[in-house]
């Protein structure tokens, strides 16, 4: 039987995946990258967590505004120091994601010798580590008992999802970067510079996914491979949000989170499918989901059909 | 996470190699390595320099030539000895050392077919595995690529059959029957060397031609080129099963070269590694691929026998700083020599000499 | 005379827009059509429709008595219509001669298998290297032979997308704005070639225009489009007195 258990992680998961599957369609919607870098958000965001706790900060609200300020100022960086050179110079989006994937390859390493270096200097293990911060209290609900943990996840990215609503509907520079998504050449009439609207998009979509590397950090064990294991699920849930779409993306993350877990126990009950191969899942929708419903349009596409539109 | 020693071209490889520096050892070694990853260079610059396609997770066609040729291998000399245990026993081990080296032509024989079959197989999975990502925009094929090639490591990992995490052992060298292994590893350096030729070869020719000049196209706008009548997504996914292919080779030229694989030699940062070849050597260039192999190769098999001299590892792990160098140098060459080191040179058509004819006459 | 392309009610949606509502031209073999209407008016849609961008939602399209609609793009080249973009897409990494002899369907030397083997196509090449090269001077760009696509002018690009498919002797050119940021001289120039084409080779053109006043003088027939919906249609002196034309334009 697929139980309680199971309903409750797929919340619980789906919410981080919606955090961190938020800021990769955005990013995605206004420049045409798929971000490598993405995955050192998730990571450094976590890490964030532990070094901050490290520090005796522990409280839980400081460290995701600590996680957000950080994971925006690597975004920032990369796209005033990588991006934006490369496009100016009319490098294509395959070539700026291949920028990204330097990008990633040097940042994971770099926070692996950092975390080594503070690991050996403190005498702790910090390449596996159990996160320790002051969380919302545990709650019960007329019988019902909320994890505080789970309830710390869900205030967190109620504040994000919020965050994200109310900037990209009720501010000009969020209008800017709708814009910026849609169409360029609409985007210079706002007002605003081009360049200032698309460093505030990359801030915004690296603070949110360190916040949701964070969160993971609070649900899992902290490693410096997390953003690694996740960066399948999250592209998948993106890959469902058509890529362009925020509410999809959102309703994405939980059809994974559903697959992951219901799913999973489902067919390990039923076929006695370990449940290390929960990742098979995720490939498997991520290849229906792109041989029935592509993200075409989202920026690159082929105007091509494998099958014949039926005659009519 | 598994702290590979550095030299991590060869991830999953003891370092037996570094108890003391002999420079025809260091040669054979280096050459062949670079001759591999050559060969793996050419087949992604084939892809992304030519035909602008981010593949991603070419390990993934590397591993399947490399676990093909072993179970190929192996299955028919257990088959032929009559030793009925599992691939990855040690009583398989056993038989395979002890017959390794009874006929010549055997060994000879299962190499050829292994590199035949290699190419076809991978070929296949890579068309296969391609197509349907192929009109959705060039950022989902890496991704899936990539994914694909980590199912593909987490299956073998779990795979009881093939050795799991432990993998497969003992597949006789080509040449097991040739006593001094100088003299064995030196004519199986020349063999690879010589296959790398042959590669590098065929893409030149398969690039200077018309089919070429489409790949360039495909690169620059494929939107257009669809316009214009070509196949854009059939052309893609054939480049992709030659890129396989091709991959697929310097797979089974791997396995024989080591006689072992396991799952966790094809981590994605041997793509990196890959990448990495290209993009300095020059994208759109095969010259440019085999001399960022060569470099690349070199500063790798070096570092292994230098480090450990230099004293940093009570501090830092010689393997962060490799990797931090290996992302940056992708990162600062597209930013500063975007060309790499020898850059993308016009096709060579006859379109060309006639022009050329015209203007002079 | 039969007609050479024909669209019948043909609508396109995007989401709840409708780029097109009802679409029904005719283009008779060996006439220059022109397409006219404001900015956002479905102009560039129906071209897509036509050359297999998009599916149309509702009706049909007709090319030499074949069903046409829902063919892919590269099978709506190979019938013999060729297009031209708003924004020339040429391939820069390509030398002017090599973008205009890539535009022949089925080479020899494009199939995967010949391609290695030079003895198998280089004639075919050299012949088409000749008529490229006879076409490019025939249109004054033979000193551009050699050239990559940065080096040219605005006006030497449109000229180009507009003249390359010729070498893969189409039925009909689709051109999308060929005047579009070319000088007044330079658009009539390339219009007078365009009429010689029609002449010398019997081709039929449908030409997407923004401005009216360029396209007066040179095509037979003009469709105005406005908000996915045909507005007008004859003659261009008959069109341009259409107080829904002037409206249109003036209010829009």
């Given at each position: 039987m697929?139980g ?112 080594d270096?503070?690991?050996k ?15 919302l ?32 509907t009720?501010?000009?520079i ?26 505030f ?26 953003g ?85 | ?38 060969i793996l ?5 084939l ?48 038989a ?12 000879i024989?299962?190499?050829i ?6 190419a ?25 690529i ?27 060298h ?64 054939t ?10 080779v ?51 098999r ?60 | 005379m ?118 198998r ?132």
């Amino acid at each position: 039987m697929v139980g309680v258990t199971e309903v409750y992680n797929t919340l619980w998961i789906g919410l981080i995946f919606m955090v961190l599957g938020l800021p990769l369609t955005l990013s995605y919607r206004t420049t045409g990258i798929i971000n490598f870098v993405h995955i050192n958000f998730i990571t450094i965001g976590a890490y964030v967590g532990v070094l901050l706790s490290l520090l005796g900060v522990k409280n839980i609200f400081m460290v995701a505004l600590v996680a957000f300020i950080v994971g925006a100022a690597i975004a920032v960086f990369d796209n005033i120091a990588v991006f934006k050179p490369l496009s100016r110079r009319g490098a294509n989006v395959v070539i700026l994601m291949v920028a990204s994937l330097g990008l990633w390859i040097f940042y994971k390493y770099f926070l692996y010798a950092i975390v080594d270096l503070i690991g050996k200097a403190v005498k702790e293990n910090l390449v596996s580590v159990i996160l320790e911060l002051d969380i919302l209290p545990t709650i019960n609900l007329g019988g019902i008992v909320v994890d505080g943990k789970f309830l710390t996840t869900l205030t967190l990215a109620v504040i994000v999802v919020l965050f994200y609503y109310l900037v990209l509907t009720k501010t000009s520079i969020g209008k800017a970067i709708r814009a910026v998504s849609d169409n360029s050449q609409l985007a210079e009439i706002s007002g605003i510079p081009r360049d200032h609207v698309v460093n505030f998009m990359w801030a915004m979509t690296g603070g949110a996914a360190a916040i949701g590397g964070l969160l993971w950090g609070i649900f899992a064990i902290v490693t410096p491979e997390v953003g690694d294991w996740l960066i399948l699920e999250i592209f998948a849930v993106a890959v469902i949000g058509g890529l362009s779409s925020l509410l999809n993306t959102a309703i994405g993350a939980f059809i994974i989170a559903g697959a992951e877990n219901i799913v999973m126990a489902a067919l390990h009950e039923t076929f006695g499918l370990p449940l290390s191969f929960r990742p098979f899942i995720t490939f498997l929708v991520l290849v229906i989901v792109i041989l029935v419903k592509p993200p075409l349009g989202a920026g690159g596409g082929l105007p091509y059909r494998f099958f014949k539109p039926r005659k009519r | 996470m598994e702290a590979y020693p550095i030299g991590s071209l060869n991830p999953g490889r003891g370092d037996e190699d570094m108890v003391e520096f002999n420079v025809l050892g260091f040669l054979i070694d280096w050459s062949t390595f670079f001759a591999i990853y050559a060969i793996l260079a050419i087949s992604l610059n084939l892809e992304i320099g030519y035909t602008g396609m981010a593949n991603f997770g070419k390990v993934a066609f590397y591993a399947i030539g490399a676990y093909l040729s072993a179970v190929l291998t192996i299955v028919t000399f257990l088959t032929i000895f009559g030793v009925s245990a599992p691939l990855y026993s040690v009583d398989a081990v056993i038989a395979l050392g002890k017959h390794g080296a009874e006929l010549p032509w055997l060994n000879i024989g299962l190499f050829i077919l292994s590199i035949i079959l290699s190419a076809i197989v991978t070929g296949v999975v890579g068309y296969l595995v391609t197509y349907p990502t192929l009109r959705v925009g060039p950022a989902f094929l890496g991704i899936t690529i990539l994914s694909f090639g980590e199912m593909l490591r987490f299956f073998l990992r779990n795979y009881e059959p093939l050795g799991s995490t432990y993998g497969l052992f003992g597949v006789p060298h080509p040449f097991q029957w040739v006593p001094d292994p100088t003299v064995r590893t030196g004519i199986y350096a020349l063999i690879v060397l010589g296959i790398m030729f042959g590669v590098y070869l065929y893409a030149e020719r398969l690039v200077n031609s018309p089919f070429g000049r489409v790949l360039r196209a495909i690169k620059d706008d494929e939107v257009a080129a669809l316009c214009l009548g070509k196949h854009v997504p059939r052309i893609k996914a054939t480049v992709l099963f030659i890129g396989s292919a091709i991959a697929g080779v310097a797979g089974a030229l791997y396995l024989f070269y080591l006689g072992s694989v396991n799952p966790d030699m094809f981590i994605p940062r041997v793509t990196f590694d890959i990448w990495a070849m290209v993009i300095l050597g020059g994208m759109g260039n095969n010259k440019g691929a085999i001399a960022g192999a060569a470099i690349i190769t070199f500063v790798d098999r070096a570092l292994t026998f230098i480090t450990p001299s230099l004293g940093l590892t009570a501090y830092i792990t010689p393997d962060y700083i490799r990797w931090m160098t290996v992302g940056l140098l992708i990162v600062l060459v597209l930013l500063f020599k975007p060309g790499g080191l020898i850059p993308e040179k016009p096709i060579k058509t006859p379109a060309l000499e006639v022009a050329n004819k015209i203007e002079e006459g | 005379m039969p007609e050479l392309l024909e669209t019948v009610d043909v609508a396109k949606y995007f989401g709840g827009v409708r780029a097109l509502d009802g679409v029904s031209i005719k283009v008779k073999e060996g006439s220059v059509i022109g397409l006219i209407g404001p900015n956002g008016s479905g102009k560039t849609t129906l071209f897509n429709v036509i050359t297999g961008f998009y599916v149309p939602e509702r009706g049909e399209v007709w090319f030499n008595n074949e069903q046409i609609d829902g063919l892919n793009p590269n099978e709506v080249y190979l019938k013999g219509l060729v297009r031209t973009f708003q924004i020339p897409r040429l391939f820069p990494s390509l030398t002017v001669l090599e973008n205009v002899i890539i535009t022949p369907p089925y080479q020899i030397g494009e199939r995967v298998l010949d391609a290695p083997f030079k003895k198998r196509w280089e004639k075919q090449e050299i012949d088409l290297a000749k008529k490229a090269v006879e076409l490019l001077r025939r249109f004054g760009m033979g000193k551009y032979i050699k050239s990559k696509i940065s080096e040219l002018s605005a006006a030497h690009i449109k000229m180009l997308e507009t003249i390359r498919g010729l070498l893969a002797s189409p039925k009909i050119l689709l051109l999308d704005e060929p005047a579009a940021g070319v000088a007044y001289t330079t658009a009539k120039e390339l219009f007078e070639y365009i009429l010689r084409l029609r002449s010398e080779q019997g081709l039929t053109f449908l030409i997407i225009e923004h401005r009216l006043e360029v396209l007066m003088d040179y095509v037979d027939y003009v469709y105005v489009l406005h908000n996915g919906r045909l507005l007008s249609e004859g003659k261009p002196e008959e069109v341009v007195q259409d107080p829904k034309v002037i409206e249109a334009y003036l209010g829009g």
